[in-house]
């Protein structure tokens, strides 16, 4: 049976429209979606139309599918108004839900042939920074673009700005490594060796619900310390040593990481003075990051700290690194850049001060930057600990 509308009907379905495009308006996209769209934007302003992303966890960011190809070709393609393409050997597997169409392969097809096919002869193709020499030159040779430009940056600049998902994964990948130093102090004792102590932190990690390392952790006994990227090998503790741990672990995929200097037993007058200036840096530049502010001029509160305090010329690396997927992004704070910082951006701030022959402190956190500010993503104490 067929009913006739009334006025007053219509009106009412009107409104009952009206209310339900109110409670359901049209869903934003995806994030990976969203992704895509930041990266093409980012192409534009650069002059470019498409690109070949290789690095595996930029292909991750942009479709959620993470696969390492090893020598094997990886590619996804992008370009305005077709859903990415991602170019992958048969041997691997991309999830059912991944956000991109399946270009395969055999280990007997040539891979080049289909990111070729996919190219606007008539634009210039952007490039990853990862896209290794022997891809490179014979896609250069075969394929009819208009150019190959170095690209990477389109996707670099989006990488830096975290999504709201990005920033809880990397607020519980901290939790979970404050959490974690607590135990690694525990393994500390007199005899013990720096290989013995770092060989045990990947199980407590995984007990704590990480995937594993973030990167390869920095355990420091005494003079090694002043080495700011000593790999632990088999020097023992002894008493009034320095005990630096520089440790990260990767939880749902976002990487941790943090830097604490121990004392084990005893601190000199001179170990106290140095960490204290070491402290006294990483305040100053936590508490100056805000939008606007520049990296340079983070790097700079610090090394004015430091240098201050008689010790600047044994502050040898750059303040910081952004962080994310990749626990070293693109985007250093450092004394050479000077592009200010957004809301979005995580980074770490990890002064040192490198005594050869003697010691080293550093003491590292990441920030993560909000409109007004930041949130500091680590909670561990900073105070000065003298290890019984």
């Given at each position: 049976?067929?009913?006739?509308?009334?006025?007053?009907?219509?009106?009412?379905?009107?409104?009952?429209?009206?209310?339900?495009?109110?409670?359901?308006?049209?869903?934003?996209?995806?994030?990976?979606?969203?992704?895509?769209?930041?990266?093409?934007?980012?192409?534009?302003?650069?002059?470019?139309?498409?690109?070949?992303?290789?690095?595996?966890?930029?292909?991750?960011?942009?479709?959620?599918?993470?696969?390492?190809?090893?020598?094997?070709?990886?590619?996804?393609?992008?370009?305005?108004?077709?859903?990415?393409?991602?170019?992958?050997?048969?041997?691997?597997?991309?999830?059912?839900?991944?956000?991109?169409?399946?270009?395969?392969?055999?280990?007997?097809?040539?891979?080049?042939?289909?990111?070729?096919?996919?190219?606007?002869?008539?634009?210039?193709?952007?490039?990853?920074?990862?896209?290794?020499?022997?891809?490179?030159?014979?896609?250069?040779?075969?394929?009819?673009?208009?150019?190959?430009?170095?690209?990477?940056?389109?996707?670099?600049?989006?990488?830096?700005?975290?999504?709201?998902?990005?920033?809880?994964?990397?607020?519980?990948?901290?939790?979970?490594?404050?959490?974690?130093?607590?135990?690694?102090?525990?393994?500390?004792?007199?005899?013990?060796?720096?290989?013995?102590?770092?060989?045990?932190?990947?199980?407590?990690?995984?007990?704590?619900?990480?995937?594993?390392?973030?990167?390869?952790?920095?355990?420091?006994?005494g003079a090694n310390a002043a080495d700011p990227h000593h790999e632990p090998d088999d020097t023992p503790l002894r008493d009034g040593d320095v005990v630096l741990f520089d440790v990260g672990c990767r939880q749902d995929d976002y990487c941790a990481d943090m830097t604490r200097t121990f004392f084990f037993r005893s601190a000199s007058e001179k170990q106290?003075?140095?960490?204290?200036?070491?402290?006294?840096?990483?305040?100053?530049?936590?508490?100056?990051?805000?939008?606007?502010?520049?990296?340079?001029?983070?790097?700079?509160?610090?090394?004015?700290?430091?240098?201050?305090?008689?010790?600047?010329?044994?502050?040898?690396?750059?303040?910081?690194?952004?962080?994310?997927?990749?626990?070293?992004?693109?985007?250093?704070?450092?004394?050479?850049?000077?592009?200010?910082?957004?809301?979005?951006?995580?980074?770490?701030?990890?002064?040192?001060?490198?005594?050869?022959?003697?010691?080293?402190?550093?003491?590292?956190?990441?920030?993560?930057?909000?409109?007004?500010?930041?949130?500091?993503?680590?909670?561990?104490?900073?105070?000065?600990?003298?290890?019984?």
């Amino acid at each position: 049976m067929t009913e006739r509308a009334t006025s007053a009907d219509s009106h009412a379905a009107a409104a009952d429209a009206a209310g339900l495009a109110a409670a359901d308006p049209t869903p934003s996209p995806t994030p990976c979606a969203a992704r895509v769209d930041t990266v093409l934007r980012n192409l534009k302003a650069a002059g470019l139309s498409q690109m070949v992303v290789c690095d595996p966890r930029s292909i991750q960011y942009l479709t959620g599918a993470y696969v390492e190809p090893g020598e094997r070709f990886l590619g996804l393609f992008v370009a305005p108004g077709q859903q990415p393409a991602l170019v992958l050997n048969e041997l691997f597997t991309a999830p059912a839900d991944a956000a991109c169409r399946i270009l395969s392969f055999k280990d007997t097809d040539d891979p080049l042939a289909l990111v070729a096919g996919l190219c606007d002869p008539e634009a210039p193709l952007g490039c990853d920074k990862n896209l290794p020499a022997r891809f490179l030159i014979p896609l250069m040779e075969r394929t009819a673009a208009a150019g190959f430009v170095l690209a990477s940056q389109a996707v670099d600049d989006a990488r830096a700005l975290k999504d709201a998902d990005e920033r809880k994964r990397m607020r519980a990948a901290s939790r979970t490594n404050d959490t974690a130093m607590a135990r690694f102090r525990e393994l500390v004792h007199e005899g013990v060796t720096e290989a013995e102590v770092a060989g045990q932190l990947e199980a407590l990690y995984r007990r704590l619900g990480a995937q594993g390392h973030s990167f390869t952790p920095i355990v420091s006994f005494g003079a090694n310390a002043a080495d700011p990227h000593h790999e632990p090998d088999d020097t023992p503790l002894r008493d009034g040593d320095v005990v630096l741990f520089d440790v990260g672990c990767r939880q749902d995929d976002y990487c941790a990481d943090m830097t604490r200097t121990f004392f084990f037993r005893s601190a000199s007058e001179k170990q106290r003075e140095v960490y204290e200036a070491v402290r006294r840096a990483n305040e100053a530049a936590r508490a100056l990051v805000a939008p606007g502010v520049r990296f340079c001029d983070l790097d700079a509160a610090a090394r004015t700290v430091i240098q201050e305090a008689g010790y600047g010329p044994y502050f040898t690396h750059r303040l910081g690194h952004q962080i994310g997927l990749d626990v070293h992004e693109p985007g250093d704070v450092s004394a050479v850049h000077d592009a200010p910082v957004q809301p979005g951006m995580t980074f770490s701030i990890e002064p040192g001060i490198y005594l050869p022959g003697e010691f080293g402190v550093r003491i590292e956190d990441l920030v993560l930057v909000t409109d007004e500010g930041c949130e500091v993503l680590n909670a561990y104490p900073r105070d000065l600990t003298v290890l019984e």
